[in-house]
């Protein structure tokens, strides 16, 4: 069955650079999507299709994705960025997330 | 406003059964997919069902597979999840989730707010 890899946490200082990644084999081939997550509310949609940023999302969010691997990158990370991230692809007819990764912007 | 709308949630005891059902208001519900994903408490998030925009396709994850039905009712800018033989195990926040036009495999652009289920003794 297909997995998404992510490291469970990821620390960035604040106005860095935050790089979140998201592993499986050969997931350069699908279309990887990105989505936020605060404590209690509902994710939120930050990269669609590898690469686009929805309407509302600021331009600090980029997403890449080659080979083996799918990067969120967040620049001049804020406090407000702390979250739960999660990537999501489509294995053909299911619908796969990754673990999760939790920001700490310190 | 673009907004979905969960309800149906509560205490079931294991065995037992729920319908959960979403509301859509503010885009053409009947030409977008729809989703339900879940969380339990404190984990991640788990995809359990696609029905396209004129129920031609229906997907489920194996681990509802069976016990769970997808339904939807245009007319009315409803979703739905009739939940049966629940376990421990279906505990969860669920959330109503739109996806792309049609039958396409997209991202789930709008959420709702979640209702939570909880199977328990």
């Known amino acids: 069955s297909y997995e998404l890899t992510q490291p469970l946490s990821v620390s960035v200082a604040l106005g860095q650079t935050a790089r979140i990644t998201c592993g499986e084999n050969?997931?350069?081939?699908?279309?990887v999507h990105w989505y936020q997550q605060k404590p209690g509310q509902a994710p939120v949609l930050v990269i669609n299709?590898?690469?686009n940023r929805p309407s509302g999302i600021p331009e600090r969010f980029s997403g890449s994705n080659s080979g083996n691997t799918a990067t969120l990158t967040i620049s001049r990370a804020q406090a407000g960025d702390e979250a739960d991230y999660y990537c999501?692809?489509?294995?053909?007819?299911?619908?796969?997330f990754g673990g999760g990764t939790k920001l700490t912007v310190l | 406003e673009v907004q979905l709308v969960e309800s149906g949630g509560g205490l079931v005891k294991p065995g037992g059964s729920l319908r959960l059902s979403c509301a859509a208001s503010?885009?053409?519900?009947?030409?977008?997919?729809m989703n339900w994903v879940r969380q339990a408490p404190g984990k991640g998030l788990e995809w359990v069902s696609f029905?396209?925009?004129?129920?031609?396709?229906?997907y489920y994850a194996d681990s509802v597979k069976g016990r769970f039905t997808i339904s939807r009712d245009n007319a009315k800018n409803s979703l739905y999840l009739q939940m049966n033989s629940l376990r421990a195990e279906d505990t969860g926040v669920y959330y109503c989730?739109?996806?792309?036009?049609?039958?396409?495999?997209?991202?789930?652009?709008?959420w709702g707010q979640g209702t939570m289920v909880t199977v328990s003794s």
């Open positions: 989730a739109r996806g792309g036009s049609g039958s396409s495999k997209s991202a789930f652009d709008i």
């Open positions: 503010g885009f053409t519900f009947s030409r977008n997919s």
């Open positions: 029905i396209s925009s004129g129920t031609s396709y229906i």
């Open positions: 050969n997931i350069g081939t699908k279309n």
């Open positions: 299709g590898d690469t």
């Open positions: 999501q692809v489509w294995d053909s007819s299911t619908v796969v």
